[in-house]
């Protein structure tokens, strides 16, 4: 008798377990292209703590709210233009009322095609003397902190705004070939945009950086949580200043076309835990959480 209630015992627990795990639900899509920024759900019907997510080099700890009946934790991942395509894994710790528990979701990168793009721009833009060197590697260092900070609260939400009305002239991931010299890959997109336009923060968030860089020009860093940071550059006049905390739609500056460019246009940047990826498909709707 009492070894059959062990047994009793024991078989309730194992049907529990599994409600217990599956009350937890990891929601992200199985494929990526080259270069794209993609969204992570992870959603519990019992309170969570903490919610550690990992995508190869990436990593974050995603913030927890309350949403109705259920606690969600909601972030931005993404790939670079120079992504191998592949298989990876995202990751997910997740701690609270629900235990310790660790899920994976296999996720593929698909291979996209980028064009090629040939500039013809003044020498001193491309073959920089040492003093022009140093003072570019002195700025680059400000931005990768920037970049590489990542805050712990999510301003942003599914919605990304256009910065500009215009179309673009210069697409993501272009394979860049400056006066017959090869480049990195174009890191964002440059909008159209007449002189003097104004240029609108895409989502709420905190003005990290301003000034005027070598090759950006006048410039403006918006951190919006967890790793997510826009970037306005060769603008005409900044507006803002930093620490300044500031909504969508917000007038950031305006177009011009200061640092290494070619004629007025906006460059806009959108980098997720340190990797520049395509801001359109945020912009233009195409990926949701």
């Not at 627990?13 to 929601?27: D, H, K, N």
């Not at 017959?180 to 997109?189: D, L, S």
């Not at 968030?205 to 005027?212: A, N, S």
Request: some cysteine; aromatic content about 6%; overall charge neutral.
């Amino acid at each position: 008798m009492q070894l059959f209630r062990a047994l009793l015992c024991l078989l309730s627990i194992l049907l529990i377990a599994p409600t217990a795990l599956a009350g937890v639900r990891l929601e992200c899509p199985d494929s990526v292209p080259q270069g794209e920024p993609f969204f992570v759900r992870v959603v519990s019907d019992e309170p969570v703590d903490a919610v550690h997510l990992s995508w190869g080099a990436m990593a974050v700890d995603a913030s927890v709210r309350k949403e109705g009946r259920v606690w969600v934790a909601l972030a931005m991942l993404g790939t670079g233009s120079m992504a191998k395509p592949g298989s990876g894994q995202v990751k997910i710790q997740v701690s609270g009322s629900v235990g310790a528990q660790d899920l994976t979701h296999a996720v593929a990168i698909t291979p996209r095609h980028f064009e090629e793009q040939r500039l013809n721009v003044a020498k001193k833009m491309v073959n920089l003397t040492k003093a022009q060197l140093d003072r570019h590697y002195r700025e680059q260092a400000q931005a990768m902190m920037v970049l590489g900070d990542v805050s712990p609260e999510r301003f942003w939400d599914a919605h990304f705004q256009r910065p500009v009305p215009g179309g673009l002239s210069s697409t993501y991931g272009l394979r860049r070939i400056f006066n017959g010299e090869p480049r990195k890959p174009h890191a964002g997109v440059d909008f159209r945009g007449a002189q003097g336009s104004p240029v609108k923060a895409v989502a709420p968030g905190e003005v990290r950086l301003t000034g005027d860089h070598y090759f950006s020009g006048n410039i403006v860093y918006i951190d919006h949580g967890l790793g997510v940071v826009s970037v306005y550059c060769h603008l005409s006049s900044i507006e803002v200043s930093e620490g300044q905390f500031v909504s969508a739609g917000q007038v950031l500056g305006k177009v011009g076309a200061t640092g290494r460019v070619t004629g007025p246009h906006l460059h806009f940047g959108l980098s997720v835990l340190g990797q520049y990826v395509d801001p359109m498909p945020l912009i233009e709707g195409r990926v949701s959480p």
